[in-house]
């Protein structure tokens, strides 16, 4: 098989975090080439500032496009992109953008809504209740994902690392999310 994954990390969530990290082990053991993406610049704290948050998204897409402008996701049989945060963000956009977007499989960890202004196939996301970038519990992730027929696994207590303050309690979610994420990685492809 040709499968290729692209991990599209955070604003200081690298693809060495666990999330991401254990994800690109996931896919190389499913038989996926994997490209974990890399970008920065961005200008601090961007959290709740709408003009810099818009800034690190151009800035991580302009990168974004530079690093995968000689990639062709046609020749792929199957093509999964993996994403964190502003990572979910990019990911969606440059699977809307695609010529073969219905062939895109998308991974959302932590999705910020802007992550939903776009057409994007098939997708599974993972949010927390204490996420600051998206409201906490005033976040519309879960109806976001419900309007779209996106399966959605919401955290409680969970902030923006998908973490609560019991280190053991995520350690044993961060394995339920890896085996959905796995069962994701495996699954079939809708049409």
């Not at 800035?59 to 530079?66: D, G, L, N, P």
């Not at 949010?127 to 992730?141: F, L, Q």
């Amino acid at each position: 098989m040709n499968n290729l994954a692209i991990i599209f990390p955070g604003i200081g969530y690298t693809a060495d975090k666990p999330l991401l990290y254990f994800s690109r082990r996931l896919a190389a053991a499913a038989g996926y080439d994997v490209l974990p993406l890399s970008y920065g610049g961005f200008p601090p704290k961007s959290i709740g500032d709408a003009d810099r948050m818009a800034e690190s998204v151009r800035i991580a897409f302009e990168q974004t496009v530079e690093l995968l402008s000689g990639i062709d996701l046609a020749s792929r049989d199957r093509i999964l992109f993996i994403g964190k945060s502003i990572g979910t963000v990019i990911a969606a956009r440059i699977a809307s953008e695609s010529p073969v977007r219905d062939r895109i499989r998308l991974v959302l960890y932590t999705p910020l809504e802007q992550t939903f202004s776009f057409a994007f196939g098939e997708a599974i996301v993972f949010t927390g209740t204490d996420d600051p970038w998206v409201g906490k519990s005033e976040s519309r992730i879960s109806a976001l994902c419900a309007g779209r027929g996106i399966p959605c696994r919401v955290i409680p207590d969970a902030n923006h690392s998908l973490e609560t303050k019991d280190p053991m309690n995520d350690v044993a979610q961060l394995n339920e999310i890896l085996n959905m994420t796995d069962a994701f990685i495996h699954g079939p492809v809708r049409s």
